[in-house]
């Protein structure tokens, strides 16, 4: 048979399950473990493939051109074709300083070749446009759309609306550079996370948080010390349960590695997200796939605080002894009191009131002469499925003489049926704490993260007088005014073939292995990937190797003007189906 189309080419879901099943009733477990993991490739191309994370602003959203803005506005964005109008209300009447707000971004797929390169975004003020830093990531094309997250840091007054475009549709528009102090160091979840604040560092092995250095005066370092439970020991020890009769704990801090797990790196914000069912002390006898655990770190530039949301979904009716969805170890005694808040909102120091125990919104500790202190703030805590859950903290300034430790234990049951789910976000400051500035610091934090920003479409004010803009929007070589023309450099990029696809004659531009292409001068610089990375030898690419007679110095060279090509492999964001062009995805056999 000549393999004509997509699923000619590889196997379905459902065949590569008939055939587990038929590898598993023959004892063939070494078959029986290749098709596992198989299957979680088909599970990794299907997200790809179909998963939308967020929801855009249905129906509501007007797209518009730029040439529609007023002259001196069309000037400053010039390079750029078309925008979108987005406000911000503050609802709660707070000062807002740097906030984190996300939107999903949707476009006519015709309309931009690549939003991560294309999207800039500008706040409308006074007259004025100004650009506002943004982080782009997890772009997906559904249909004749493409889709994005975009992340920017809002400050404003209170009761303020702020007003926002949206621009994109510039194919000379190059991946943006902004200043930030978030430094991001390693590789895959394996990462130590830096702003001017804090540093922390996720384990090697399994990317529990690990340390955290506060960055100030002396630099505290809470670390968990010792040997675990046989495990690297790290300050973070949640998400945990005990199986019932208290036969084990099942412990994601077990995993010798993530069993899944995506980063994204950014300017704004690096985030960790990791998943999996937690290990038993002599995993694999017993991997019950009973609670799956989803849990997502998010550290932010210029904020001295990060996000943690965590998910704990039982797949199957389970009897659980006791389950843990927050617990901080701290060794040493860095901190002299222990903090909390109650479900008014209000600060408080010293032992917990006993009535409100299991209605804790804030725990953490403080030193009265350091004035260091760490807090987790409970924005969200709820559960589906469940009747009701304990808010709880049970703080400890001493636990065994190892250091300080807070608990969350949430189920008062042991029964948990299929399909609950237990959900958490929550933020952990580490501010410079005192008895006198402290509380209103933490109290006004956690009332605007559980108030955000109203998020919604809107329309430009017309009526506003549109003032001079110094400036432009657009760094050189973005505005069609490269010293050589980027659209002859993307056409010679054609010629350049992925030789081990034999028959199908694709090219690096419709694979989508081109992230970037900057020109300075007589210099072409082209950021690229690979499409895995069991191929990442990107210089097959570049200088040409095993066969491949078409590659990208070569081609480029041969443009006009060039004379040196410098090309830059980078593995962020990690490559997937979502970057074929829709040539690419004909030749491929994705869509007929």
Not at 83 to 102: A, M, Y
Not at 585 to 591: A, F, I, N, P, V
Request: one cysteine or more; glycine letters at 8%; charged letters at 25%.
């Amino acid at each position: 048979m000549i393999e004509s189309s997509y699923w000619d080419r590889t196997d379905t879901f459902a065949e590569k399950m008939k055939l587990l099943e038929a590898a598993w009733k023959r004892k063939d477990f070494r078959l029986a473990r290749a098709l596992a993991h198989s299957l979680r490739n088909t599970a990794i191309q299907a997200q790809s493939e179909e998963q939308i994370s967020g929801n855009p602003f249905a129906g509501a959203i007007r797209r518009e051109t730029v040439d529609s803005l007023p002259a001196s506005w069309r000037g400053w964005a010039q390079g750029w074709k078309h925008f979108q109008v987005v406000v911000l209300d503050e609802t709660v009447g707070q000062q807002r300083p740097p906030e984190p707000v996300e939107l999903t971004l949707s476009v006519p797929a015709g309309d931009a070749a690549s939003l991560g390169r294309e999207v800039r975004v500008a706040r409308v003020a006074g007259g004025h446009l100004r650009e506002v830093p943004c982080q782009v990531y997890g772009e997906v094309r559904r249909g004749q759309e493409r889709f994005c997250q975009v992340l920017i840091l809002a400050t404003g007054a209170a009761h303020q609306r702020q007003t926002y475009l949206i621009l994109y549709g510039n194919p000379d528009a190059e991946l943006p550079q902004y200043p930030t102090d978030l430094e991001t160091r390693g590789e895959g979840f394996a990462l130590d996370i830096e702003n001017d604040f804090f540093r922390a560092s996720l384990s090697r092995q399994m990317g529990q948080l690990e340390r955290l250095t506060i960055k100030r005066e002396h630099g505290l370092e809470l670390f968990a010390g010792g040997e675990g439970h046989g495990e690297p020991p790290g300050i973070d020890w949640a998400h945990d349960y005990v199986t019932s009769g208290k036969m084990q704990k099942m412990r994601i801090t077990l995993w010798e590695s993530c069993p899944d797990y995506e980063v994204v790196r950014g300017p704004l914000c690096t985030m960790v997200r990791r998943w999996g069912f937690p290990y038993s002390p002599v995993h694999p006898v017993f991997s019950p796939a009973r609670i799956n655990v989803d849990v997502e770190y998010r550290f932010y530039a210029g904020l001295p605080w990060f996000h943690k949301i965590g998910t704990m979904t039982a797949v199957k009716d389970v009897e659980i002894e006791a389950l843990r969805d927050d617990e901080w170890v701290f060794s040493g005694q860095s901190f002299t009191d222990i903090i909390w808040m109650g479900p008014d909102g209000k600060l408080r120091t010293g032992a917990i009131d006993p009535k409100l125990e299991d209605n804790v919104w804030a725990i953490g500790f403080c030193n009265e002469a350091s004035k260091d202190s760490f807090v987790a703030l409970f924005l969200e805590h709820r559960a589906e499925g469940l009747p009701w859950l304990k808010h709880s903290a049970a703080p400890m300034m001493f636990y065994r003489w190892h250091g300080h430790v807070w608990s969350r234990y949430p189920l008062p049951g042991k029964d948990v049926p299929a399909g609950a789910v237990l959900h958490q976000k929550n933020a952990y400051a580490a501010i410079p704490y005192s008895a006198k500035e402290g509380p209103k610091l933490l109290e006004d934090l956690r009332h605007r993260l559980v108030n955000p920003y109203s998020v919604s479409a809107g329309e430009l004010n017309r009526a506003v007088a549109a003032n001079d803009q110094p400036g432009r929007l657009a760094r050189p070589g973005e505005a069609g005014d490269s010293p050589i023309p980027k659209k002859l450099l993307w056409e010679a990029l054609l010629n350049c073939k992925d030789e081990q696809l034999y028959v199908t004659d694709i090219n690096v531009v419709d694979l989508g292995l081109v992230y970037d292409i900057r020109v300075r001068g007589d210099v072409v610089h082209v950021v690229m990937t690979m499409p895995h990375r069991g191929r990442p030898r990107l210089g097959y690419f570049t200088y040409g190797s095993g066969g491949n007679t078409t590659p990208v110095r070569q081609e480029l060279m041969k443009v006009p003007g060039v004379r040196r090509v410098v090309v830059e492999q980078t593995w962020e964001p990690g490559w997937n189906s979502n970057r074929l062009t829709p040539s690419g995805r004909k030749k491929l056999g994705l869509d007929t």
